[in-house]
């Protein structure tokens, strides 16, 4: 790095100072894939799907392997990720679905500010790419939030080609089949398939693919077209700070794989884990894509760039793996809250790191202000992560996890969690585990280690006590 932005960034680091020139303010990429498993990336020791261009970003930059978002599902994860705040604190506890999504009270509160605003007061154009799912109504448009550029759609998922589905094999979910019968039917490029005993989502209702405000027809493969999209926002904006936001719908159902693709996954028997394979192979293809032009725009040293998983993988609907986790997507087990995360700066940050401690999504929004020169009040739940991964400090300031949807809740303390899952929120069932002899989170230890049991669900209660009831 040169000498006067390591200056730079270490006066910034230390004493949070807004005095970052447009030169040192550097462009912040982040890559957020859509349900993916923690245990599906070739870095992550999957072995039957390749995903080299992913994989590239542990190779020259850092891998957390304990990595925690905000909630078991999409919407408030995202909230956290962009505000840095736990999305309980301000009532965001749940994950609206389907038309939910355009109520007018349903999504991110005004008062929050996200991270795009941030980082667009201190001069950045920002720009989000993909799926949004914090509000479908006008007050909570991206544009309100502070996203000066929006390709994408609002709602929770999006079809990645439309009826007919002309070139993709698809996958969806049907109460039952032809003649009443349930397991699949299979046609020359659809499958109906009856193992979640309900039908697909209306996903496309009321959802068009917009440009700023305007719906637009897109005829385009969507994870292409996202691609197309995001290596033209690079392109265009390569001469100034940006932050671009890109919120993949892949490998979120529904299920559509490319022929092309699939083609490439014949030694996989099963359609269903083919389609998935399929979609994944395709988000890496977008991420080198938008690697390559990062580098052909000269940006790679002035680039953070981030990739991770809004939420666990749901491995019945998708097939997408966890392992070695315990639990799925909407569970509190480590399944449904621990994510791939991986993290490239060329040039600053050191290669072939793996971290071993525990991370969350909430620390993006401190690390991204510090960054951009802004400061950091008091206000967020995450940490700034620099002066831990450039050697400044040798450890993270000390921190808890909390989590609380509905009736199912945990919190993380050092090595031990809570967990409540079986029970309800007048009557839970804690059970407690020992993450660093038990990853798996197969012994509960409640009965053997009655003081420790206490000692979290007290601590559960008093943050949960900060918390604001559900908005929605």
Known sequence: MQTHLMLALFFCLTYSLNML???????????LADDLGYGELGCQGNTQIPTPHI??????????????????????????????????????????IGARNEDPGTGLPAGEQTIAELLHDQGYTTGLIGKWHLGGAADYHPFRHGFDEFFGFMHEGHYFVPPPYQGVTTMLRRKSLPGGERGRWLSKNLVYSTHMGYDEPDYDANNPLIRGGQ???????????????????????????FFLYLAYNAVHSPLQGKMEDIQRFTQIEDIHRR???????????????ILKQVKLSGLNKKTLIIFLSDNGGPTRELT?????????KGSMYEGGLRVPFLMRWTGTLAPKQTVNVPVSSLDFFSTSAILAGAPVTQKGDGRNLLPFLLKQETELPQTEFFWRQGRRAALRSGAWKIVQM???????????????????????????NPEKLLELQTRWNELNSQMKPALF
């Not at 027809?217 to 995001?230: G, K, P, S």
């Not at 389609?275 to 894509?289: E, H, N, P, T």
């Not at 997408?320 to 799925?328: A, D």
């Open 21 to 31: 020139s447009a030169a040192e303010q550097p462009n912040i990429i982040v890559l």
């Open 55 to 96: 994989d590239s970003l542990a190779r020259d930059g850092i891998r957390f392997t304990q990595a925690y978002v905000t909630a078991p599902n999409c919407s408030p994860s995202r909230a956290g990720l962009l505000t840095g705040r736990i999305p309980t604190r301000f009532g965001y506890e749940f994950n609206p």
């Open 215 to 241: 719906p637009v027809n897109e005829t385009a493969y969507l994870t292409d077209a996202f691609t197309r999209e995001a290596v033209s926002f690079i392109d265009r904006h390569q001469d100034k700070p």
């Open 275 to 289: 389609i998935f394979a399929a979609m994944l192979s395709s988000m890496d293809q977008s991420v080198g894509k």
């Open 320 to 328: 997408s793996s966890n392992l070695p986790l315990r639990g799925e």
């Open 422 to 448: 079986r029970g309800t929120r007048e009557k839970p069932v804690w059970e407690l585990y020992h993450l660093e002899d038990d990853l798996a989170e197969t012994r509960d230890l409640a009965k053997e």
